[in-house]
């Protein structure tokens, strides 16, 4: 693993660089990059002491953050690829051109100010507020530092010297300093100490936090202005700008092709003088040698671009940048430019600010390890859709030490470095996620090995010499039409679940369930999985077809189109447009199915039985389980005979079995369709390749009775008898833990609550903020699971 010292040497010789590109003069260059070299050479031989210092020692962080999900992504080459060498090779490139870089808000009032001191009293900082509460109104304790953190002075040099060990520690790449300006400086005293003593050493951006100042955040009369925000003209911004210099020429400004990064909070607020403005200081920056500046506004609401001049790029706030307080839906939110970064909040506690009005609003269900599955996600929507290339890609995280907020990274009494220590951790699991660039390349390396053709062609009389043999036609029928990182397990997830299989050997089909699926959404899925393998079948299928199917899966309907499907395999094959149809098997999936990655191995073997049945866990087997638990379940089966201790408690120990065989003798109304892979060529040459009249459960008891035989696949190896499951239905527990979402552990038949899978905003929209009705301390120590308190249990 990289040293944060040899990090921070080769953040040194960038900066180094980027200053160069900035400054005017052979000599002045010349001078500016041998400093950066001289302080590498130094930083390498303090690293070298560093490691063999700390070389057995223990490793930091929270150990109780799942890494499980790790296995749950598809990589960026398919097992068995041939190409797995030069395909390594690509990725490096890649990771050599492209980049996610974390960087965190830095609030600066934690030293005393005039200004403060006028407002709220002598030697006011946030602690003052911080230090009044120690609960909010739910009962949840307010986020105070660790004793090693402490109610510190910003000014002075040992915390800032701390603020950049914690930073790197933390996996950051840099700071965004919120900078104050109002026709003069203020609070600007954190940033001036950092130019004369060199802390924190980390790459940095300023963000103007343009707003007026008022009496708002503590609760008091909102329309009490403390500091009114003017822009002036010209000679304004020529002062405003001169102020800055010195930090844009720093070398640890973070520049993005020479160009001086800047953020602008606001930019709504400023009206016609933003396009002026920013217009005189891109002069102004070329004028001075700086090479350049970027604007980047940050999202605060929908606007017209026009009414506040165009910004070279956009960054997102979290949480105020869409998504509220639920971070599984951060990165559901659509890109507004060409140059666009990601944002993330950390959690949010505004109690101390609203200490007296009772304002205050929280994130009840913050966690560390819900957190961790958020910037997880995030970062795969960024290395799927990135920036341009020659730009960076940066994560603004809310924030680093908003503790009047509760929204801090530093470690807290309640979370210690819990948070800190999911970035990391997110960030370390996201290398194994590709960039869009690696998968354009496997999908051009997917389709030269089977040899498929890139446009419909009509298919040979003889199969392709390269052609693999082709073991699943996997034909999934989408009823919903949700963008993707909308839902969690969506129809995106499938094809990467598919994509990662070990058995490489199968192709897909995805096809509306109705009409009322959207064809474009639907695409947009089958498109970004840049694989070969999946085709979109639907200007082919009749109109009436569609019509008639259902809109939900589960209704009699729901088989119209998947009917469809498999009576015209051929003449879909003869027009090039998938050669699903020289599959031995089908199977017929959901849009929100996934598979483990050995799934498609119960297959495999050519001597295999006619249907074999893999193991499978949805949102009803729980339920089925749980009522059909012997001497644990109440005469009205409700499951209420579960002691309150069982609760979550068995799921966690993973004493329950929620994975049911798809086998002949299970019920009806739990067999799931996409667990049952069937031998195509018998299914179609004895006519029996239409589920519609019986549905799945039916037609196949009549295979069973017509003497075909049925086995079920053994579970991987790995796996334990309660989590031995090949597929896995969005919404039921094993999905839910891996989303970033938490299941509540409820009897089944309970008139007030509902046993599910829920985000965090969703839990409280039904059952409001009254946390007495949980068991907060379990939670805290299993998030991923919650039960009702033991009082609220037994009543």
Same mark, same amino acid.
């Given at each position: 693993?990289?040293?944060?010292?040899?990090?921070?040497?080769?953040?040194?010789?960038?900066?180094?660089?980027?200053?160069?590109?900035?400054?005017?003069?052979?000599?002045?260059?010349?001078?500016?990059?041998?400093?950066?070299?001289?302080?590498?050479?130094?930083?390498?031989?303090?690293?070298?002491?560093?490691?063999?210092?700390?070389?057995?020692?223990?490793?930091?962080?929270?150990?109780?953050?799942?890494?499980?999900?790790?296995?749950?992504?598809?990589?960026?080459?398919?097992?068995?690829?041939?190409?797995?060498?030069?395909?390594?090779?690509?990725?490096?490139?890649?990771?050599?051109?492209?980049?996610?870089?974390?960087?965190?808000?830095?609030?600066?009032?934690?030293?005393?100010?005039?200004?403060?001191?006028?407002?709220?009293?002598?030697?006011?900082?946030?602690?003052?507020?911080?230090?009044?509460?120690?609960?909010?109104?739910?009962?949840?304790?307010?986020?105070?530092?660790?004793?090693?953190?402490?109610?510190?002075?910003?000014?002075?040099?040992?915390?800032?010297?701390?603020?950049?060990?914690?930073?790197?520690?933390?996996?950051?790449?840099?700071?965004?300093?919120?900078?104050?300006?109002?026709?003069?400086?203020?609070?600007?005293?954190?940033?001036?100490?950092?130019?004369?003593?060199?802390?924190?050493?980390?790459?940095?951006?300023?963000?103007?936090?343009?707003?007026?100042?008022?009496?708002?955040?503590?609760?008091?009369?909102?329309?009490?202005?403390?500091?009114?925000?003017?822009?002036?003209?010209?000679?304004?911004?020529?002062?405003?700008?001169?102020?800055?210099?010195?930090?844009?020429?720093?070398?640890?400004?973070?520049?993005?092709?020479?160009?001086?990064?800047?953020?602008?909070?606001?930019?709504?607020?400023?009206?016609?003088?933003?396009?002026?403005?920013?217009?005189?200081?891109?002069?102004?920056?070329?004028?001075?040698?700086?090479?350049?500046?970027?604007?980047?506004?940050?999202?605060?609401?929908?606007?017209?671009?026009?009414?506040?001049?165009?910004?070279?790029?956009?960054?997102?706030?979290?949480?105020?940048?869409?998504?509220?307080?639920?971070?599984?839906?951060?990165?559901?939110?659509?890109?507004?430019?060409?140059?666009?970064?990601?944002?993330?909040?950390?959690?949010?506690?505004?109690?101390?600010?609203?200490?007296?009005?009772?304002?205050?609003?929280?994130?009840?269900?913050?966690?560390?390890?819900?957190?961790?599955?958020?910037?997880?996600?995030?970062?795969?929507?960024?290395?799927?859709?990135?920036?341009?290339?020659?730009?960076?890609?940066?994560?603004?995280?809310?924030?680093?030490?908003?503790?009047?907020?509760?929204?801090?990274?530093?470690?807290?009494?309640?979370?210690?470095?819990?948070?800190?220590?999911?970035?990391?951790?997110?960030?370390?699991?996201?290398?194994?996620?590709?960039?869009?660039?690696?998968?354009?390349?496997?999908?051009?390396?997917?389709?030269?090995?089977?040899?498929?053709?890139?446009?419909?062609?009509?298919?040979?009389?003889?199969?392709?010499?390269?052609?693999?043999?082709?073991?699943?036609?996997?034909?999934?029928?989408?009823?919903?039409?949700?963008?993707?990182?909308?839902?969690?397990?969506?129809?995106?997830?499938?094809?990467?679940?598919?994509?990662?299989?070990?058995?490489?050997?199968?192709?897909?089909?995805?096809?509306?369930?109705?009409?009322?699926?959207?064809?474009?959404?639907?695409?947009?899925?089958?498109?970004?999985?840049?694989?070969?393998?999946?085709?979109?079948?639907?200007?082919?299928?009749?109109?009436?077809?569609?019509?008639?199917?259902?809109?939900?899966?589960?209704?009699?309907?729901?088989?119209?189109?998947?009917?469809?499907?498999?009576?015209?395999?051929?003449?879909?094959?003869?027009?090039?447009?998938?050669?699903?149809?020289?599959? =031995?098997? $089908? *199977?017929?999936?959901?849009?929100?199915?996934?598979?483990? @990655?050995?799934? #498609?191995? !119960?297959? &495999?073997?050519?001597?295999?039985?006619?249907?074999?049945?893999?193991?499978?866990?949805?949102?009803?087997?729980?339920?089925?389980?749980?009522?059909?638990?012997?001497?644990?379940?109440?005469?009205?089966?409700?499951?209420?005979?579960?002691?309150?201790?069982?609760?979550?408690?068995?799921?966690?120990?993973? =004493?329950? $079995? *929620?994975?049911?065989?798809?086998?002949?003798?299970?019920? @009806?109304?739990? #067999?799931? !369709?996409? &667990?049952?892979?069937?031998?195509?060529?018998?299914?179609?040459?004895?006519?029996?390749?239409?589920?519609?009249?019986?549905?799945?459960?039916?037609?196949?008891?009549?295979?069973?009775?017509?003497?075909?035989?049925?086995?079920?696949?053994?579970?991987?190896?790995?796996?334990?008898?309660?989590?031995?499951?090949?597929? $896995?239905?969005?919404?039921?527990?094993?999905?839910?833990?891996?989303?970033?979402?938490?299941?509540?552990?409820?009897?089944?038949?309970?008139?007030?609550?509902?046993?599910?899978?829920?985000?965090?905003?969703?839990?409280?929209?039904?059952?409001?903020?009254?946390?007495?009705?949980?068991?907060?301390?379990?939670?805290?120590?299993?998030?991923?699971?919650?039960?009702?308190?033991?009082?609220?249990?037994?009543?």
């Amino acid at each position: 693993m990289v040293s944060t010292l040899r990090i921070a040497a080769a953040r040194t010789l960038k900066g180094g660089i980027e200053y160069a590109r900035g400054v005017r003069g052979r000599r002045r260059t010349a001078i500016a990059l041998a400093f950066a070299c001289a302080c590498v050479i130094l930083l390498y031989n303090s690293d070298s002491r560093r490691q063999q210092e700390n070389a057995n020692a223990e490793p930091r962080g929270s150990q109780h953050l799942l890494s499980t999900m790790s296995s749950w992504w598809q990589s960026v080459n398919y097992p068995g690829s041939d190409n797995a060498a030069a395909g390594s090779a690509a990725a490096a490139a890649v990771d050599h051109e492209y980049s996610v870089k974390p960087i965190a808000y830095v609030f600066p009032q934690f030293h005393a100010i005039p200004e403060n001191d006028e407002f709220w009293g002598v030697n006011f900082t946030e602690w003052t507020n911080v230090r009044k509460v120690t609960k909010n109104a739910w009962g949840i304790e307010v986020q105070q530092p660790t004793d090693e953190v402490g109610y510190y002075n910003l000014l002075d040099h040992s915390t800032r010297w701390s603020y950049a060990q914690h930073a790197r520690d933390s996996g950051l790449y840099g700071f965004v300093y919120h900078h104050y300006w109002f026709g003069r400086p203020v609070m600007e005293k954190v940033l001036t100490a950092m130019l004369e003593d060199g802390q924190p050493d980390m790459p940095f951006m300023l963000s103007w936090a343009n707003e007026p100042w008022t009496a708002r955040w503590d609760g008091n009369d909102n329309s009490k202005v403390l500091l009114k925000q003017t822009y002036g003209g010209v000679d304004a911004w020529r002062e405003h700008f001169e102020w800055l210099l010195p930090f844009f020429r720093h070398p640890n400004q973070i520049r993005v092709n020479g160009k001086v990064q800047f953020a602008v909070y606001n930019g709504g607020h400023m009206g016609d003088v933003g396009k002026r403005m920013y217009s005189a200081w891109r002069k102004w920056a070329v004028d001075e040698g700086l090479g350049g500046l970027d604007i980047i506004e940050t999202r605060i609401a929908p606007d017209n671009p026009e009414d506040r001049g165009l910004t070279d790029a956009v960054n997102e706030f979290g949480f105020r940048s869409g998504g509220a307080h639920d971070g599984t839906a951060w990165a559901s939110i659509n890109r507004l430019g060409r140059v666009y970064h990601r944002g993330a909040a950390v959690s949010w506690d505004n109690t101390p600010r609203h200490a007296q009005d009772g304002g205050a609003s929280a994130n009840i269900f913050a966690h560390p390890s819900l957190w961790k599955f958020h910037i997880l996600s995030l970062i795969r929507r960024i290395k799927l859709d990135p920036n341009p290339r020659g730009e960076e890609n940066f994560l603004f995280i809310n924030a680093f030490n908003e503790w009047g907020e509760g929204n801090v990274l530093e470690p807290s009494k309640q979370w210690s470095n819990g948070f800190s220590a999911a970035l990391r951790s997110a960030v370390a699991l996201s290398h194994t996620l590709p960039w869009k660039d690696e998968l354009i390349a496997q999908a051009e390396a997917l389709a030269r090995r089977h040899a498929i053709a890139t446009t419909p062609a009509p298919a040979p009389a003889t199969p392709h010499p390269h052609r693999h043999d082709i073991d699943v036609c996997v034909v999934v029928r989408t009823f919903a039409s949700d963008w993707q990182f909308s839902e969690p397990f969506g129809l995106s997830d499938l094809l990467r679940s598919l994509g990662g299989q070990t058995n490489p050997r199968w192709r897909a089909v995805v096809v509306r369930g109705s009409a009322a699926a959207d064809a474009r959404i639907v695409k947009s899925h089958v498109l970004d999985a840049y694989d070969p393998r999946v085709a979109f079948v639907d200007d082919d299928v009749p109109r009436e077809v569609l019509t008639q199917g259902a809109n939900t899966a589960g209704d009699p309907a729901e088989w119209a189109v998947a009917d469809w499907v498999l009576a015209h395999l051929g003449e879909l094959a003869a027009q090039g447009l998938t050669d699903c149809g020289l599959a =031995r098997y $089908v *199977v017929v999936a959901n849009s929100n199915d996934t598979y483990v @990655p050995g799934a #498609l191995e !119960a297959v &495999a073997a050519p001597n295999a039985s006619d249907i074999v049945g893999l193991s499978f866990e949805t949102t009803d087997t729980l339920r089925a389980v749980e009522e059909g638990e012997n001497g644990a379940v109440a005469p009205d089966g409700s499951g209420r005979g579960i002691p309150w201790h069982e609760r979550c408690t068995r799921l966690r120990e993973e =004493r329950v $079995v *929620v994975c049911v065989p798809a086998a002949p003798a299970t019920s @009806p109304s739990l #067999l799931k !369709a996409g &667990a049952v892979l069937v031998n195509l060529a018998k299914l179609t040459a004895g006519g029996h390749a239409s589920f519609g009249s019986k549905g799945a459960a039916g037609t196949l008891q009549d295979l069973v009775a017509a003497g075909w035989s049925w086995t079920v696949a053994a579970p991987p190896e790995s796996s334990t008898t309660a989590t031995a499951c090949q597929l $896995v239905q969005s919404g039921s527990y094993r999905s839910c833990i891996r989303s970033g979402r938490f299941w509540l552990d409820v009897p089944s038949a309970s008139p007030r609550y509902t046993a599910g899978c829920y985000s965090l905003s969703g839990i409280t929209a039904r059952h409001g903020f009254d946390t007495s009705q949980w068991d907060m301390e379990g939670w805290r120590a299993d998030p991923f699971c919650l039960r009702l308190s033991e009082k609220a249990y037994s009543e």
